[in-house]
């Protein structure tokens, strides 16, 4: 036997970190757990907990003389330490890197016991990393002659149109004996191709097939040979190993970019986190599968593993599938990013971290790219010029012939020791570094310029904010626009400047988006309000595609291999309320109707756009929105269509598929939906759903891909969220798994799985029961605020007042608080507006209808918005439903401005600085290297006045100079100055409290003075 899964019979428990080792070797506290594992996802509300994971499995053995007893384990996170029979026999630092253990030594003859401890101190990463052994286990058992694990290595050199393989095999021969190595190259039908054998000790340890006109290994037609690898004694094979061996011809050039077998071709990749939504960390293949196929089906073909090495189980995909893979290692060097990350042990183990990566992944077919590391600080300093180099060098050890490309992913390009580096590496990678593209193809000719990293637009899957014109970073809704118009302050202002800057430059090769799917952690914009989930992703945690994910199909597929068309948004809003729709497809024309009639045929400009959609604007209306794509000569090739809906009144459940096997790793997806009276798809939907079981299955996990929603994964419901959810079903044997879906006041729904019996190498579902049900299962959420009024939406000075109506629905909707603001087109409070109950429930539940006044007070745009809180103990308390209509007021003159109320930093007069931006919870972003004067006027401080401000700041640096001017920034006077100090927390806002040298009365100006060599974000301020 070589090898052998050794995933079962594993106990678990999870310890205290202050628990010695010794206590937990018999705990009681041990049951039983499947591997792969993640531990952390079975408390959804707390997924960074410090704690000891703990793992424990008896095995028999007889060990035989001469042979080697190795474990090998694909990924523990992480610090773990390996104990045999009580006795501590290996260490690994690295949670993602592979690492084999050589139990030979330390076996007894019968009974053993093998534990694994792993440590997980938070913050250990900046995402959500899971913890455990999330990956799998290989046990292996060699003879007296053996090839060591990872001892083949394969590369290749093109001759004509033929190819010459070179393999290097590494030996051990424990006894003396006639020994040979055969090499055997077998196409995917196992017919022989060519061979070759030669006599141990080779002079040059390698031998070389000469392959005549092989078929090639591309995105399109991932065709692989496989190389078998024996080593004889005699006659007698002794060992043997296979490797999938693709041909192919990788090259890059500075000025027309990558071509693969000769061909140019445009990478359009995606960047990858390593969670699989409610599965966790605990890596599973049918997962990774159905996540490669929406990739592709957007039209993506290269995938980098952002920021560690991938499973095995994903380059097996790849390689199958046709996607080139940027095979990423770190992402810190000797620099913290957080406490308690791998920086503490990076100097002493990245060469024993770069042998594993290099040595196990380097004769992939799907390999193009390695990757030292992703915004690493290290390399805007003198030391990091010499740890790329000793990094360089590593890889080069064990990938000598070159088999694919060495990068970084640098977000720090305006550096000369970054670009240092870029000279001694072959690809150069930019992280949000597009406006570096045309001056550093002209000062540097010879880089080879990609986006290692880019977009980083945000959206929330059905959420919309509008008007589509109008960009808002953050909303009290905790979700982001899916209408490309939010985005970080460092990324793409939108996805089609995305798209262009790679499409019209040849020589920037490609690009990765971050990210293709959403991931657990980094819920930037909010990381402060503790939301769970990213909003980067074209697909969200559950496996739903949002919008963007059409945008960039439209981009990058063939209309004339697969045309479509995506129409949004959903069709349900205020009756007058104006409506941005917009069109994406692949074909040049797209044509709206509503009704029945036509509202205008738009071009897209595929080759050379700037804004690559279909875009009309309508009040609404109850109606039928649908859009026709169409060729130049009109011929329709797709069609999409939405219509009105009311409140739903059944489930609806869609399978992925209808059987399963029961081999430990496939599963069913479910996707969990409703439908109105009328059959129509409800989009806004929010409706509690319970799972239950009958059968040899397991529920396996429940998303909705909601960030705010903190329900467990491992639960047995979920709410919808924008009109969907997901459960996750394994199969235990073999039978009929009766699977039923109920929601309060609906009609359920059910979906019968066949399960087969096969045969696994060995996993049998030992995963925890299902926990109970989550909070709230009989109350009826609020799915829409209507809001109403035949007043006019114009007021001043002749019409100060106007009178809204709002209705619930549905109307015997359970809710805990309705909230209403006048928001400014930054999304925070107006000071222009009043807003006043007619009812005495003032924000506060009191009936499903009411009447809100709206007071004019100064000149101004605004939106009435009505918020509505679920009664529920979420984590996070924001509001699940929004409704907005748009007003105006002028006439009235400026309002004065309150300064013992928070004054948002985004309501300055004037601004003097380098580019500024909106940032995230209405405050402003400046950026970096610039003196930044901010203007506010119109504060009323009274007759009192005040001589003591608080100002919330979030920064990169520990420390800045502040100064505080009475008046504007060319006549004011200083009335304090000093320093900004706060230990920098990502996303967070900080306050100092700053006490003037005078007290400030009266209406007057002040001008707050900022000098920063880092970005920052200026919240606003306070006056007390």
Request: proline fraction near 4%.
């Amino acid at each position: 036997m070589r090898d052998a899964l050794f995933t079962d019979g594993w106990s678990f428990a999870e310890f205290p970190v202050d628990t010695p080792v010794s206590d937990m070797f018999d705990s009681k506290d041990l049951y039983p757990v499947t591997i792969p594992h993640d531990w952390q996802i079975w408390h959804s509300s707390d997924l960074y907990r410090d704690s000891f994971g703990f793992y424990r499995k008896t095995f028999f053995l007889h060990a035989a003389k001469d042979h080697t007893y190795i474990i090998r384990f694909e990924g523990v996170y992480m610090d773990s330490e390996i104990y045999l029979n009580g006795n501590l026999i290996f260490t690994w630092k690295y949670g993602y890197s592979t690492f084999d253990v050589d139990l030979t030594d330390h076996l007894v003859d019968g009974e053993n016991v093998l534990c694994v401890k792993c440590t997980y101190l938070s913050p250990n990463t900046r995402w959500y990393s899971g913890a455990g052994i999330y990956r799998k286990i290989l046990f292996y058992d060699f003879g007296p002659a053996y090839i060591p694990l990872d001892g083949i290595y394969v590369s290749m050199e093109k001759e004509g149109e033929d190819f010459n393989l070179t393999i290097d095999t590494e030996t051990v021969t424990k006894v003396t004996g006639k020994y040979s190595v055969r090499n055997t190259l077998l196409d995917n039908s196992g017919a022989k191709v060519s061979n070759t054998q030669s006599v141990i000790p080779h002079p040059e340890n390698n031998d070389t097939l000469h392959i005549i006109s092989p078929r090639l290994w591309d995105v399109k037609d991932p065709y692989f040979y496989n190389l078998r690898t024996e080593l004889c004694d005699g006659e007698t094979v002794v060992d043997s190993v296979d490797t999938r061996v693709g041909f192919e011809i990788l090259e890059f050039d500075a000025d027309i970019g990558f071509f693969l077998n000769g061909q140019s071709l445009k990478i359009q990749g995606v960047c990858m986190h390593h969670d699989l939504g409610a599965l966790g960390s605990a890596v599973n293949k049918t997962a990774l599968r159905r996540q490669l196929m929406s990739m592709q089906e957007m039209g993506v073909n290269a995938i980098r593993t952002s920021h560690n090495m991938p499973s095995t189980e994903l380059l097996d995909l790849c390689d199958e599938m046709g996607f080139l893979v940027y095979d990423e290692a770190f992402d810190m060097w000797e620099n913290h990013k957080t406490e308690h990350d791998y920086a503490t042990w990076f100097d002493d183990w990245y060469r024993q971290d770069v042998a594993s990566w290099i040595r196990r992944d380097r004769n992939r077919p799907c390999l193009f790219l390695w990757g030292i590391g992703n915004e690493i600080s290290d390399s805007t300093e003198e030391k990091g010029l010499k740890i790329a180099k000793n990094l360089r060098d590593e890889i080069k050890k064990h990938d000598r012939r070159h088999n694919a490309f060495i990068t970084i992913a640098s977000n720090g390009m305006y550096s000369e020791w970054a670009h240092k580096i870029a000279d001694e590496l072959d690809l150069t990678g930019y992280n949000y570094g597009e406006h570096f593209y045309d001056k550093h193809h002209k000062e540097h000719p010879a880089w080879k310029i990609f986006g290692s990293e880019t977009a980083s637009t945000l959206q929330s899957r059905g959420i919309y904010h509008f008007p589509f014109s109008n960009r808002l970073l953050t909303h009290e809704d905790g979700q982001c626009s899916s209408l490309d118009n939010c985005t970080t302050n460092w990324g793409a202002k939108n996805v089609d400047y995305v798209i262009g800057m790679h499409r019209d430059r040849g020589f920037a090769w490609g690009q990765f988006l971050w990210t293709g799917w959403d991931y657990i952690g980094e819920p930037t914009p909010y990381d402060a309000m503790g939301c769970r989930n990213s909003y980067f992703g074209q697909v969200d945690t559950a496996g739903f595609k949002k919008d963007s994910f059409y945008h960039y199909q439209a981009e990058w597929t063939d209309v004339n291999v697969a045309p479509m068309v995506h129409l949004l948004p959903y069709w349900d809003f205020n009756e007058g309320q104006e409506i941005d729709i917009l069109a994406y497809s692949n074909a040049p024309y797209v044509e709206l109707f509503f009704n029945g009639k036509s509202q205008g045929r738009q071009f897209i400009d595929h080759a050379h756009g700037e804004r690559m959609c279909g875009h009309w604007v309508l009040k609404y209306a109850p109606g039928e929105l649908k859009v026709n794509a169409s060729l130049e000569d009109g011929t329709v090739v797709a069609v999409d269509s939405t219509r009105s809906f009311t409140d739903p009144v059944a489930l609806c459940a869609l399978p992925d598929k209808e059987t399963i096997k029961a081999d430990g790793e496939d599963l069913v997806f479910i996707e969990v939906s409703s439908i109105d009276k009328e059959g129509n798809f409800v989009a806004n939907a929010r409706n509690r759903v319970k799972v239950t079981l009958e059968g040899p299955g397991i529920l396996m996990g429940v998303d909705n891909g909601d960030s705010t929603d903190f329900d467990e994964y491992k639960g047995n419901s979920r709410r919808l969220f924008s009109g969907r959810m997901l459960a996750i079903i394994a199969a235990t044997g073999e039978g009929e798994i009766r699977v039923k879906f109920e929601s309060e006041g609906l009609t359920g729904a059910e979906v019968i799985c066949h399960s087969a019996e096969s045969s696994p190498e060995g996993n049998v579902l030992t995963y925890n029961p299902t926990r109970e049900a989550n909070s709230d299962p009989d109350r009826i959420p609020v799915r829409k605020i209507v809001l109403s009024s035949t007043d006019s939406h114009n007021l001043g000075p002749d019409c100060r007042e106007a009178r809204v109506e709002y209705r619930i629905y549905p109307e015997y909707a359970d809710y805990g608080l309705l909230v209403f603001k006048a928001l400014t087109e930054n999304g925070v409070e107006a000071n222009f507006a009043d807003l006043v109950a007619d009812d005495p429930g003032e924000n506060s539940k009191s009936s499903n209808s009411g009447t809100i006044r709206i007071r004019a007070i100064g000149d101004g745009n605004f939106r009435l918005t009505a918020y509505a809180y679920d009664n529920s103990s979420d984590k996070v308390q924001v509001p699940k439903v929004l409704s907005e209509l748009t007003y105006s007021i002028s006439g009235l003159g400026k309002a004065l401005r309150n300064p013992y109320s928070f004054v948002p930093g985004c309501e300055y007069a004037s601004i003097h600085s380098g580019d500024s931006t909106l940032s995230f919870e209405g405050g402003v972003f400046v950026k970096e290297g610039k003196r930044a004067y901010i203007t506010f006027d119109n504060l009323d401080f009274g007759m009192d006045g005040s001589d003591e401000i608080t100002i919330p700041i979030f920064t990169f640096k520990e420390e800045m100079p502040v100064e505080i001017l009475e008046g504007d920034f060319e006549t004011g006077t200083t009335v304090f100055s000093g320093t900004y100090e706060a230990k920098s927390i990502y996303n967070v806002y900080q306050t100092n409290t700053f006490k003037l040298n005078k007290k400030i009365r009266g209406t007057k100006t002040i001008t707050l003075i900022f000098d920063s060599e880092c970005a920052f974000s200026l919240k606003g301020f306070i006056f007390t």
